[in-house]
């Protein structure tokens, strides 16, 4: 039981780790996205036991929190004048994905499902023509 409830103090301390960097970094129409897919997920993954995929899922998250930060303190650097800004830096949230890659039919419905939450969000209309 001890090991389950640390996991459970784990997984709520990078979800409201999460929540915090959306609140201050992100831009208003990604915080609701983002809030949104963040919660479901952490949902769908609730009742998952197995190390293996926790530890992938934790691993997975923990590196987007970090990128979200990475991205933040980059742009407020390059504003407080401190950092010069290059194309090298990335100043933006996201990251763009080639064309020709290869997507399970998992991350398809993944993606599905992003581009309706991203509809409801009074985002821009999806381009259905990527996969």
């Keep these: 039981m001890a090991a389950s ?6 997984a ?3 979800y409201r ?3 915090r960097a959306h609140k201050q970094y992100l831009p208003e129409d990604m915080k ?3 809030d949104a897919y963040v919660k479901s997920e952490f949902k769908l993954f609730k009742s998952v036991t197995n190390e293996g995929q926790l530890d992938e899922f934790y691993t997975a998250w923990n590196q ?3 990128q979200i930060l990475l991205t933040a303190r980059t742009k407020q650097s390059v504003s407080a004048g401190s950092l010069e800004s290059s194309e090298n830096l990335s100043l933006s ?4 994905l080639p064309t020709d890659v290869e997507l399970s ?3 398809k419905e993944q993606l599905h499902k992003l581009r309706e939450e991203t509809s409801k ?4 209309p999806p381009n259905t023509n990527t996969w």
Aim: proline residues 3%; hydrophobic residues 35%; glycine residues 18%.
């Design 5 to 10: 409830t640390r996991g459970k103090e784990v």
């Design 12 to 14: 709520l301390t990078l």
């Design 17 to 19: 780790n999460i929540l």
């Design 32 to 34: 609701v996205l983002g």
């Design 64 to 66: 987007y929190l970090d």
């Design 93 to 96: 949230f996201g990251k763009h």
């Design 105 to 107: 039919d998992e991350q």
């Design 121 to 124: 969000a009074g985002g821009p």
